[in-house]
């Protein structure tokens, strides 16, 4: 059975979105947790799945290290400091640093989204992995697009950082856990539109694109050669 596209791209979403929210409302409302204790419980989902794919990987993924020790340390910090609005910008720092992360890796020729977005162009067809790699290698608004939909992700993850950060120390504990969620998802939708259409979609129409010209031209030649290998007729 083929899995669902839309239910593989909203499952992030709902385990380290979702189910730490709602954790938080129930530890706190229903179990009459602390603030600090309720968030921090709340956010071992999120936690889990990083040292998950951490173990799971062949190689050390870097950027998923750097998410884990921001979770870990500003955990230890809010702890030691009973300060739940640190509790709430650490996960700001996070949101910075991916942001950051992206922004720099554009600069350094290997942005980082790019992994999550071959796929989505190719869809997992082998020709249009073929032309995917033909483009990165000879057509310059190509490979445009693909740093300009990292610069786009990151950009507005730090947007959204800087957002947070104001909101975890103006506005109240309670508001500010289902506030920074809200805003966390508007950064999500935007920047799926934005680079998705400036982006994404110019790159899967160039893909496939190119990858029905060199068809047509393996078509083309197949027909040529079996015309030519078929011997002619002579007269009777």
Sequence with gaps: MTPNPLAQSLLPLVLDVGIPLASYYV?????????VAALGWSSVVPALRTVWGLARGAGVNGLALVILVVNVVGLALSTMTGDPRLMLAKDSGVSSVVGIAMIVSVFLGKPLMTAGLKPFVT??????????DRLMAGSAPFRRAE???S???GTVLLVECVARVIGAYTVPVHTMVWLGTVLTVVAILLAMVVAGGS????MER???AEAERVGDHQDGGAMAGTTAAVPAVSGS
Aim: proline share 3%.
């Design 151 to 153: 610069l786009i992700w």
């Design 206 to 208: 160039m893909v496939r």
């Design 199 to 202: 982006c994404a979609e110019p």
């Design 123 to 132: 869809k997992g067809h082998a020709a249009r992995n073929v032309a995917w």
């Design 147 to 149: 740093r300009r939909f």
């Design 27 to 35: 530890l706190r409302n229903g179990f009459g947790l602390s603030e």
